[in-house]
C-alpha cells in the first residue's frame, strides 16, 4: 500500500482511559468560566468613539488571530515575525484546549499555557523559501471547499458528542471510534485555520480526518 505523505500542521489528543461523569454531566456549566477568559483574551475588535456618539470599529484580527498583518507583512517584507507566529500558535492552541474540553475529549481543564493533552504542531515557516507571497491574498478562497465539508463534518461531530455524553455517563468511556471521529474533525479544522488564516503553510490541506 501507499503510504500516506504527512501533512506539515498536525493535532492529536491523548485517549483517556476513563473519564469523570461528574464532570461530562455538567461540562457546559464547567467550561463557561473560561470561555469568558477566552473571549476576553481574544479582542478581535478594537473601537473609538467618534465625538458623535457613534462607535466606528475595525478588525485586525479572526477570533484574536493576527491574519491581516501577517498578509500584508507576508506580501511586502516577505517576513512572519516570530513573535506573531508564537502568538497565533499559542491562542489556536487554547482555543483547542478549549473544543477538546467541551467535546469530552478530556476531563483535564483548559489551560491558558500548557500543552496538557492536547498536542498541537504548526511549522514556523521561512517565508522566502517555503511561502509565496501572493497566495496569502487567495488562501481564503481556494479554501472555500473544505468550509463546505467542515460544515457538515461539524453538524455530525455534535451529534456524535452528545451520542459520547450518554456513553460516558453510563461507561466512564468515550468510545474509541467516537473519539477518533471528533478529534478527526478538529483535526482537519486544525489544517484549514493553519493553511487559511494563519498561513504557515502553501501545502493545500488533505480532504481527511486521519494523521
Known sequence: ??????????????????LDRFSTLFRLLLVIPILIVAGLV??????????????????????????????LMILFRRKYPRWWFDWNRELLSFFIRIEAYLSLLTDQYPSTDEEQAVH???????VETDLNRWLPLVKWLLAIPHYVVLAFLNIAAFVVIIIAWFAILITGR???????????????ETRVVAY????????????RLGA
Open 42 to 71: 481574544v479582542g478581535a475588535l478594537s473601537g473609538a468613539d467618534d465625538g458623535s456618539g457613534n462607535n466606528w470599529r475595525y478588525a485586525f484580527a479572526t477570533g484574536g488571530l493576527l491574519v491581516l498583518p501577517t498578509v
Open 120 to 126: 498541537v504542531q504548526l511549522p514556523y515557516p521561512d
Open 196 to 207: 487559511a488564516l494563519l498561513l504557515v503553510t502553501d501545502r493545500y490541506p488533505p480532504f
Open 174 to 188: 468515550y468510545p474509541r471510534d467516537l473519539f477518533n471521529f471528533v478529534l478527526g474533525v478538529m483535526r482537519y
Open 1 to 18: 500500500m501507499a503510504q500516506v505523505e504527512s501533512y506539515p500542521v498536525s493535532l492529536t489528543v491523548d485517549y483517556p482511559d476513563r
